[in-house]
Nanobody, 115 residues
Framework: QVQVVESGGGLVQAGESLRLSCAAS??????MGWYRQAPGKQRELVAT???????RYADSVKGRFTISSDNAKKTVYLQMNSLKPEDTAVYYC???????????WGQGTQVTVSS
């Protein structure tokens, strides 16, 4: 059974940093990533990383956020620096299985950035 568990959210002030972690289990994953959803808005991509290490970022976070992974631990991290109030959202981790291409979501972790 595939499981995805996020951790590391919290309340910070603008300009501060947070690191999110996501641990996946139950399969081999070809792609993992972070998405976020702010109140009243659609869920949007933040950053993704392939099993080969290729990364992709939303324009709004380029230069501030860094996604990384530990393939042995099936864990991805999102280092968020220079946080802004507009980064406030629930952050969700997504993992796509290598065989079958099935996507699994975590329960989400709240990130709140105060001005």
């Amino acid at each position: 059974q595939v499981q995805v568990v996020e951790s590391g959210g919290g309340l910070v002030q603008a300009g501060e940093s947070l690191r999110l972690s996501c641990a996946a289990s139950g399969s081999i994953f070809s792609l993992m990533g972070w998405y976020r959803q702010a109140p009243g808005k659609q869920r949007e991509l933040v950053a993704t990383i392939t099993i080969g290490g290729s990364t992709r970022y939303a324009d709004s976070v380029k230069g501030r956020f860094t996604i990384s992974s530990d393939n042995a631990k099936k864990t991805v991290y999102l280092q968020m620096n220079s946080l802004k109030p507009e980064d406030t959202a629930v952050y969700y981790c997504n993992a796509v299985t290598m065989f079958g291409g099935n996507a699994a979501w975590g329960q989400g972790t709240q990130v709140t950035v105060s001005s």
